[in-house]
């Protein structure tokens, strides 16, 4: 069974929607960390605050559900001769 274009129009775009989010999240959280020096003196490591900022941020990065689930069905049940 082929897709119809308003399946794919559908999914394709919440997927671009939710991979931005992810993206937006995950650049954050590197922006933080790529700044610490973890590989040095242990005076040079980040404070505990920093820490558990950083430790909440990675723990909010959450891959997104997709709420278009009859679509999404269609899509995974197309058999790619």
Same mark, same amino acid.
């Given at each position: 069974?082929? +897709? !119809?274009?308003?399946? =794919?129009? %559908?999914?394709? +775009? @919440?997927? @671009? *929607?939710?991979?931005?989010? &992810? =993206? !937006?999240?995950?650049?954050? &959280?590197? !922006?933080?960390?790529?700044?610490?020096? &973890?590989?040095?003196?242990?005076?040079?490591?980040?404070?505990?605050?920093?820490? =558990? *900022?950083? +430790?909440?941020?990675?723990?909010? %990065?959450? =891959?997104?559900?997709?709420? %278009?689930?009859?679509? +999404?069905? @269609?899509?995974?049940?197309?058999? %790619?001769?």
């Amino acid at each position: 069974m082929a +897709l !119809t274009a308003t399946q =794919k129009r %559908i999914v394709a +775009l @919440e997927m @671009e *929607q939710n991979v931005a989010d &992810l =993206k !937006t999240g995950v650049d954050a &959280l590197n !922006t933080m960390i790529s700044t610490w020096d &973890l590989r040095g003196i242990d005076g040079d490591l980040p404070a505990d605050v920093d820490v =558990k *900022q950083a +430790l909440t941020a990675y723990d909010a %990065i959450s =891959k997104p559900v997709m709420g %278009i689930s009859n679509d +999404l069905a @269609e899509v995974r049940a197309v058999v %790619i001769p």
